[in-house]
């Protein structure tokens, strides 16, 4: 097997493939984990969209959209993997459509999560401010920035493909990862200093707001440990997305102490990196809030009676 989900550091290379039989329980878990958990985004969009009252409130809308967003990638990244599987190689321009999604969305994912750290530090430290500084029209302006920074750290990789490569590689058959397709030089160069970037801001991001609010709590003697809490749990899934950047030395390293276990160890490192994440984002951000958490309890009974 060799799997790259649409990551920008991912590499897999292994000289042989499962059996049958262990090939289809993989690929037969990687579905059903990835059917539950978007059905239960969906459920959470589903609940967002007959609410008029979370559709006001810029932090259910920054959420919203990372549960959107994380549908898209576990989508394509789940589609990538049964390829790998199913055909092995596919024609370059097809895979470029099932990478790009792939890739801006796990560009997407750490973004997000500094923008509602940013909008949790404004509620608890300039409450008096938060109505006019987090409108809707600034919520929604703030997902496009998302995208188009995203888009800057992908699209010139297309160009450098289009530029560089032959039509011959273009219409070519290549295993499906994007070393394979944007493998020119620049490619990485930049890939690995966006990556650079937007780890460290995010991370500023975090800690600064994180140390904001802990001595705004501090010096009002105030209880605001939900907020905190919140700013860690931001932490962990950032900490979670860069499993995705770091995932080809963690499977060297694996691979060293437990050799003869490859494919075992990148099936365990896809549940990892591109699964885990996915799963822990609505449970962490949507189940938190009661009065989301009510809503979503009923359609969630709903959808599930009614099927």
């Keep these: 097997m060799n799997f790259t989900p649409g990551d920008s550091n991912v590499t897999m290379t292994v000289n042989y493939r499962d059996a049958f039989g262990l090939a289809v329980g993989k690929n037969v878990i990687i ?6 958990i978007n059905y239960i985004n969906a459920t959470m ?44 190689t596919i024609y370059v321009s097809f895979c470029c459509l099932l990478i790009l999604p792939a890739i801006f969305t796990t560009q997407n994912t750490p973004l997000n999560l500094a923008f509602m750290a940013v909008e949790c530090y404004i509620s608890v430290c300039i409450p008096l401010r ?30 450098i493909l289009l530029a560089t490569e032959p039509l011959e590689f273009i219409t070519s058959k290549v295993f499906c990862s994007r070393d394979t397709v944007f493998r020119s030089t620049y490619s990485v160069k930049k890939r690995d200093t966006s990556h650079m970037l937007f780890l460290v801001v995010v991370w500023l991001t975090l800690f600064c707001t994180y140390f904001r609010i802990l001595f705004v709590a501090k010096a009002a003697k105030a209880d605001t440990k939900k907020a905190r809490n919140t700013i ?30 490859a494919t075992a160890i990148h ?6 990196s591109q699964i885990l994440p996915r799963f822990i984002s609505p449970v962490v951000y949507g189940l938190r809030d009661k009065t989301f958490r009510k809503y979503f309890k009923k359609y969630l009974c709903a959808f599930t009676v009614s099927h």
């Design 267 to 272: 099936f365990f490192t896809f549940i990892v």
């Design 45 to 88: 969009v589903h609940t967002f969209n007959r609410h008029h009252v979370f559709k006001m409130n810029p932090r259910f809308i920054l959420f919203i959209h990372l549960v959107f967003n994380d549908m898209i990638q576990l989508t394509t990244s789940i589609s990538l993997f049964i390829f790998t599987y199913t055909f092995h």
């Design 130 to 159: 938060y109505n006019c500084i987090c409108t809707v029209k600034r919520t929604y302006i703030v997902i496009g920035i998302i995208w188009t920074l995203s888009s800057f750290s992908v699209l010139p990789d297309v160009f």
């Design 232 to 261: 860690l749990l931001h932490g962990f899934q950032v900490l979670l997305c860069m499993i995705t950047y770091v995932r080809p030395i963690l499977i060297q390293v694996l691979t060293y102490f437990f050799p003869g276990r």
């Design 31 to 36: 579905i059903v984990l990835g059917i539950t």
